[in-house]
């Protein structure tokens, strides 16, 4: 199975347009356009989860002042995307049908393809007793790296191929319920990576 994407070059950097955050402030946060092939018989739905995985593992620092992030800083997860039950004849997902513009709380009925469920992403925790931002952050909310942090980030597209039509997972569900549930019905997977970066010295 393969995946890609119109909307960057794999390994290469994810215009401002798909991520949250710009240098002058937010970005258009539009879901990037997404397309996959070659999926094998039996294939009852596709999983699909978006995560940064150069993301600081010390969130104290991130744009704190006088301060940068080193490349060899410690790193961990942070996903911007989790979706499940994406019917077995959808092949692509098209730029900005699921995201387009930031919705300060989250959105609470984001869209996508038909019949597919939505779950968590990781700004839920970010933005946690935020007067402004706080709420259920659900569905894509793209890249927005600490501007101080001197490592590319990379935002890893994954697609899963699954004997299952739907996903044991709650009804606010994360990547994490979502990765758990598909263990044993995973028939294939794809990825492609994008990157990006708010801090003009960041190295990859």
């Known amino acids: 199975m393969q995946i890609r994407s119109d909307s960057f070059e794999p390994r290469g950097a994810i215009p401002a347009e798909f991520a949250m955050g710009a240098p002058d402030g937010f970005g258009g946060n539009r879901n990037p356009h997404l397309a996959w092939d070659d999926a094998p018989d039996g294939t009852r739905s596709f999983a699909l989860l978006c995560i940064d995985t150069d993301a600081p593992t010390d969130p104290s620092l991130a744009g704190k002042e006088g301060v940068d992030i ?3 800083h410690p790193r961990g997860d942070f996903v911007h995307w989790a979706v499940v039950d ?3 004849d959808v092949r692509a997902i098209a730029a900005g049908s699921a995201s387009d513009g930031v919705s300060k709380g989250g959105k609470p009925a984001p869209s996508g393809p038909t019949g597919a469920r939505q779950g968590l992403n990781d700004y839920t925790g970010w933005f946690a007793g935020d007067a402004d931002m706080g709420g259920d952050w659900l ?3 793209g890249p927005y790296p600490p501007p101080n942090d001197l490592r ?10 699954l004997d299952v039509a739907a996903l044991d997972v709650p009804e606010k569900f994360t990547a994490g319920d979502a990765l758990r549930a598909m263990q044993g019905h995973v028939l294939a997977e794809a990825a492609v990576y994008g990157t990006y970066s708010l801090n003009p010295a960041a190295q990859g």
């Not at 590319?152 to 191929?161: N, P, T």
């Open 86 to 88: 994406i019917a077995p």
């Open 152 to 161: 590319v980030h990379r935002y890893f597209f994954r697609v899963f191929a």
């Open 70 to 72: 080193p490349v060899a």
């Open 139 to 141: 569905g894509y909310d």
